[in-house]
């Protein structure tokens, strides 16, 4: 590995951590924020439809500005938001008004929208350029930011430190974070027949979305990308209204939810070396599944808390594994990463508000059946993972990647 290469992925490691701690702030201090606000699971969902509106745009938009712009230009403009995203919601802490809380959360999903689109194009090129599975890893990473965001989160809960405080400190220390964006590439992720056109050439270039298994593949890792987002925004909320515990509790199965994730996740390129794709990410929606079965039809919380690590491991792979799929074949895949990345972060940051909305018709438990749904029909969709015929070897895609530059 050269060193270029090797500064981009520990720059990626740190970027796709980021976020998993900001993130964990956030949601392990809900409880507090929602008794700050005085608001019902209804209003609290109205409150993260801030975040989906920003989510939105950050997705939908992200894909045409790394096309434009590069990769490293929207991850860049993505992190600062973010990090002024949480910075805003500890200050609408202070003063207990949702619609600045609703501001704070849209930018921080905008960032956090932008930025998963671009970290995962980069994720993928890093992968195909080391030959070996990489995202697995990558997003590994997110889910260790997370957990160490919960711990955090939970023992300041305990203390019952200032939510302002614990925030606005969580902003100030991400905030150096922002250099390691230098790492990445300059102009990765402009589009080829944008280079092409300013040499006077114009490149054929399959368009792989019109592949039907990168729809399936978005159909796929919505699914899985969904059950990881219900358990970011709801679980603690989840295990407080719907199983009877306290707070810290609640917190505290969401901490154990976010380690067996990232334990997943590390493991992945482990079990990848004796399991393809598709059975991994079959065995993995099932035990998904299974585990998200205990947490909603079982009467005590024991069980319930214990089962989210089957949660936890069973959603771990389904997102990377995704991108990666989507990264095999010929012609600029950077299009089809772009795709199957804004499907899965949609239902990860737009999906759980929506879930909000049903809850308050029919409880927190009864609104996780859509995903206990979701994730068997995801088992069915996971031949999608496999390579499709055409796909090139490592080599060859290296030697055209080369050619176009």
């Given at each position: 590995?050269?060193?270029?290469t090797?500064q981009?992925?520990?720059?990626?490691?740190l970027?796709y951590?980021?976020?998993?701690v900001?993130l964990a702030s956030?949601?392990t201090?809900?409880?507090a924020i929602?008794d700050?606000?005085?608001?019902s699971?209804?209003?609290m969902g109205?409150?993260?439809?801030?975040m989906?509106?920003?989510?939105?745009?950050?997705?939908f938009?992200?894909g045409m500005l790394?096309?434009?712009?590069?990769t490293r230009s929207v991850?860049?403009?993505?992190?600062?938001?973010?990090i002024?995203?949480?910075?805003?919601?500890?200050?609408?802490?202070?003063?207990?008004?949702?619609?600045v809380?609703?501001a704070?959360?849209?930018?921080?999903?905008?960032g956090?929208?932008?930025n998963e689109i671009?970290l995962?194009?980069?994720g993928?090129?890093?992968e195909?350029i080391?030959?070996?599975?990489v995202?697995?890893?990558l997003?590994?990473?997110f889910?260790l930011?997370a957990?160490i965001?919960?711990?955090?989160?939970i023992?300041?809960?305990?203390l019952n430190y200032s939510?302002?405080?614990?925030l606005?400190v969580?902003a100030?220390v991400?905030?150096?974070a922002?250099v390691a964006v230098?790492?990445l590439?300059l102009?990765?992720?402009?589009?080829r027949?944008?280079?092409?056109?300013?040499?006077?050439?114009t490149?054929t270039?399959?368009?792989p979305l019109?592949?039907g298994r990168i729809?399936v593949?978005?159909l796929?890792?919505l699914?899985m990308?969904?059950?990881?987002?219900?358990?970011t925004d709801w679980l603690?909320?989840?295990?407080v209204?719907?199983?009877?515990?306290g707070?810290v509790?609640g917190?505290?199965v969401y901490?154990?939810f976010?380690?067996?994730m990232a334990a997943?996740?590390?493991?992945?390129?482990?079990v990848?070396?004796?399991?393809d794709?598709?059975t991994v990410v079959r065995i993995?929606?099932l035990?998904?599944?299974?585990?998200?079965a205990v947490?909603?039809?079982?009467?005590g919380?024991?069980?319930?808390?214990?089962?989210?690590v089957?949660w936890?491991?069973?959603t771990?792979?389904?997102?990377?594994l995704?991108?990666?799929?989507a990264?095999?074949?010929?012609g600029d895949?950077?299009v089809?990463v772009?795709?199957?990345?804004?499907a899965?972060?949609?239902?990860l940051?737009?999906?759980?508000?929506?879930?909000?909305?049903?809850g308050?018709h029919f409880?927190l438990?009864?609104?996780?059946?859509?995903?206990?749904?979701l994730l068997?029909?995801?088992a069915?969709?996971?031949s999608?993972?496999?390579p499709?015929?055409?796909?090139?070897s490592h080599?060859?895609?290296r030697?055209?990647?080369?050619e176009?530059i």
């Amino acid at each position: 590995m050269d060193t270029v290469t090797y500064q981009r992925r520990r720059a990626l490691f740190l970027l796709y951590c980021l976020p998993g701690v900001v993130l964990a702030s956030w949601v392990t201090r809900t409880p507090a924020i929602r008794d700050r606000l005085g608001a019902s699971t209804a209003e609290m969902g109205v409150v993260l439809v801030g975040m989906s509106i920003g989510s939105m745009t950050g997705i939908f938009c992200s894909g045409m500005l790394v096309r434009r712009w590069g990769t490293r230009s929207v991850t860049l403009m993505g992190t600062i938001t973010m990090i002024a995203g949480v910075a805003t919601i500890g200050a609408a802490a202070a003063i207990g008004t949702s619609s600045v809380v609703f501001a704070g959360l849209a930018l921080f999903g905008l960032g956090m929208g932008a930025n998963e689109i671009a970290l995962n194009i980069d994720g993928a090129e890093i992968e195909r350029i080391l030959g070996r599975p990489v995202l697995p890893t990558l997003h590994g990473c997110f889910s260790l930011g997370a957990a160490i965001g919960a711990v955090i989160g939970i023992i300041l809960g305990v203390l019952n430190y200032s939510v302002t405080v614990h925030l606005l400190v969580v902003a100030l220390v991400c905030a150096p974070a922002v250099v390691a964006v230098r790492a990445l590439p300059l102009g990765y992720g402009i589009s080829r027949h944008r280079r092409a056109r300013r040499r006077g050439r114009t490149p054929t270039e399959v368009n792989p979305l019109r592949e039907g298994r990168i729809i399936v593949l978005c159909l796929t890792v919505l699914a899985m990308a969904l059950a990881e987002g219900a358990a970011t925004d709801w679980l603690p909320l989840l295990m407080v209204d719907g199983h009877g515990v306290g707070p810290v509790a609640g917190s505290v199965v969401y901490a154990v939810f976010a380690a067996s994730m990232a334990a997943g996740r590390f493991s992945g390129p482990i079990v990848l070396t004796r399991f393809d794709r598709s059975t991994v990410v079959r065995i993995s929606a099932l035990l998904g599944a299974s585990g998200l079965a205990v947490v909603i039809f079982s009467p005590g919380a024991a069980p319930a808390g214990i089962a989210v690590v089957l949660w936890g491991l069973g959603t771990a792979l389904g997102f990377p594994l995704a991108i990666s799929a989507a990264g095999d074949g010929p012609g600029d895949r950077s299009v089809a990463v772009s795709a199957v990345a804004t499907a899965g972060t949609s239902a990860l940051l737009i999906g759980p508000p929506l879930l909000g909305f049903l809850g308050e018709h029919f409880t927190l438990r009864g609104a996780m059946i859509v995903v206990l749904a979701l994730l068997v029909l995801a088992a069915a969709g996971a031949s999608a993972m496999r390579p499709p015929p055409t796909s090139r070897s490592h080599g060859e895609r290296r030697r055209i990647e080369t050619e176009c530059i």
